[in-house]
T-cell receptor
Framework: AQKVTQAQTEISVVEKEDVTLDCVYETRDTTYYLFWYKQPPSGELVFLIRRNSFDEQNEISGRYSWNFQKSTSSFNFTITASQVVDSAVYFC??????????FGSGTQLTVLP | NAGVTQTPKFHILKTGQSMTLQCAQD?????LSWYRQDPGMGLRRIHY???????DKGEVPDGYNVSRSNTEDFPLRLESAAPSQTSVYFCASSYSMGGELFFGEGSRLTVL
């Protein structure tokens, strides 16, 4: 069975602070994919990134960056210079050999002006 | 580009009533799935389909039925609604199982 843990239920930061959202996963598969999704207050789910298990390179996209470490089974997400519009629930997810996409319980990020 | 379209966005029904949530996608994706989102539990897959005519159970299938007669549509039916089915439902599509999911806007269902 696979599992995704997002231990931070809620995080609150002040605008322009950097914030890291943690994601720890468990799987017995050697090939798997990791995802991050954003759910703003409007409720839709927005795909942010997909990473396969063979690619441990960190990725940066504007103010967003992702740190994938197989040694610690973590796929953390950092927002640099946070903005109020970053306020949302962020979900980490894992897809393994059974192709079941398992979501973490989500982290509610609130960015205060 | 419509992407994944879900209807209705909101609905209230009584225990024992039936209803169908509609899902349509126009991206020619083979994989379609239904998820429910409950507070503190993330999203859990209810049913999924990898192609027309093929459906399978997800993590929480009890009380729900699906069908897939074509590529575009994937309706979710509640035959006899229960209060435990009060949730937000998302339909999602992907070019393949395991690929990034494209979600509909969600359907908030309340069962009284």
């Amino acid at each position: 069975a696979q599992k995704v843990t997002q231990a931070q239920t809620e995080i609150s930061v002040v605008e322009k602070e950097d914030v890291t959202l943690d994601c720890v996963y468990e799987t017995r598969d050697t090939t798997y994919y990791l995802f991050w999704y954003k759910q703003p207050p409007s409720g839709e789910l927005v795909f942010l990134i997909r990473r396969n298990s063979f690619d441990e390179q960190n990725e940066i996209s504007g103010r967003y960056s992702w740190n994938f470490q197989k040694s610690t089974s973590s796929f953390n997400f950092t927002i640099t210079a946070s903005q109020v519009v970053d306020s949302a629930v962020y979900f980490c997810a894992l897809s393994g050999s059974a192709r079941q996409l398992t979501f973490g319980s989500g982290t509610q990020l609130t960015v205060l002006p | 580009n419509a992407g994944v379209t879900q209807t209705p966005k909101f609905h209230i029904l009584k225990t024992g009533q039936s209803m169908t949530l509609q899902c349509a996608q126009d991206m020619n994706h083979g994989y379609l799935s239904w998820y429910r989102q409950d507070p503190g539990m993330g999203l859990r897959r209810i049913h999924y389909s990898v192609a027309a005519g093929i459906t399978d159970k997800g993590e929480v299938p009890d009380g729900y039925n699906v069908s897939r007669s074509n590529t575009e549509d994937f309706p979710l039916r509640l035959e006899s609604a229960a209060p435990s089915q009060t949730s937000v439902y998302f339909c999602a599509s992907s070019y393949s199982m395991g690929g990034e999911l494209f979600f509909g806007e969600g359907s908030r269902l309340t069962v009284l």
